[in-house]
């Protein structure tokens, strides 16, 4: 399967713990995009980067979120001292661009859980 | 900020009934994406329309853009059991760099046999 890949699927934590998640764009895919989406909504945009370069980050993004995507391949996103509010499921999308047009393939997702 | 407004937000049919989910804004975007999402996966894409006035279609789905780029709709022919799911239209920033999707909150679709 070439498609996009993230782990973990599913993640529970408690309250004030911290968490990692893991997105396999793609392969040649230059840009990685993360999304949030609650329960009955359409996915809201995060960040994303072109190869390793963090371009644009949501205000959505608040201090306790960082991601990286070091060597322009995979991309991680942490969560520092986990809220209740942040149990969504996490997606993350590759692209190529190449002109003014792109598509964007979205992983299957990491559901979070915070107790 | 760039918004879309989907409606219905729920709808559940008969098989074999038409149906028409609208994607509207007040907001110009480059493009607009349609996709369709199952529990617990990602969205996957069906289309993408690029040029206000065009239409796609897709078996029974056919993708329309609205002339002035503000807006979208799918329309679903003699509907069956399996096009149950979650549709989630994007738009593409009109400006700028930016490949960022803005989606409207999604339309459930439930087919019955």
């Known amino acids: 399967d070439t498609g996009v890949s993230q782990d973990p699927r599913h993640k529970i934590t408690k309250r004030g713990q911290n968490v990692t998640f893991r997105c396999d764009p793609i392969?040649?895919?230059?840009?990685l995009y993360w999304y949030r989406q609650t329960l009955g909504q359409g996915p809201e945009f995060l960040t994303y980067?072109?190869?390793?370069?963090?371009?644009?980050k949501s205000r959505l993004l608040s201090d306790r979120f960082s991601a990286e995507r070091p060597k322009g391949s995979f991309s991680t996103l942490e969560i520092q001292r986990t809220e209740q509010g942040d149990s969504a499921m996490y997606l993350c999308?590759?692209?190529?661009?190449?002109?003014?047009?792109?598509?964007?393939?979205f992983g299957p997702g990491t559901r979070l859980l915070v107790l | 900020t760039q918004l879309l407004e989907q409606s219905p937000q729920f709808l559940s049919i008969q098989e074999g009934e038409n149906l028409t989910v609208y994607c509207n804004s007040s907001?110009?975007?480059?493009?607009l994406q349609w996709y369709r999402q199952e529990p617990g996966e990602g969205p996957v894409l069906l289309v993408t329309?690029?040029?206000?006035?065009e239409v796609k279609k897709l078996k029974r789905l056919t993708f329309q853009f609205g002339d002035a780029r503000k807006d979208s709709s799918l329309h679903i022919t003699a509907a069956q059991p399996g096009d149950t799911g979650l549709y989630l239209c994007?738009?593409?920033?009109?400006?700028?760099?930016?490949?960022?999707?803005?989606f409207g909150q999604g339309t459930t679709l439930q087919v019955k046999p």
């Open positions: 980067f072109q190869n390793e370069a963090q371009l644009e």
């Open positions: 329309v690029v040029t206000g006035g």
């Open positions: 392969s040649e895919h230059n840009r």
């Open positions: 994007a738009g593409g920033a009109s400006r700028g760099n930016t490949g960022k999707l803005i």
């Open positions: 907001s110009v975007f480059s493009s």
């Open positions: 999308a590759s692209s190529l661009r190449t002109g003014v047009q792109e598509t964007q393939y």
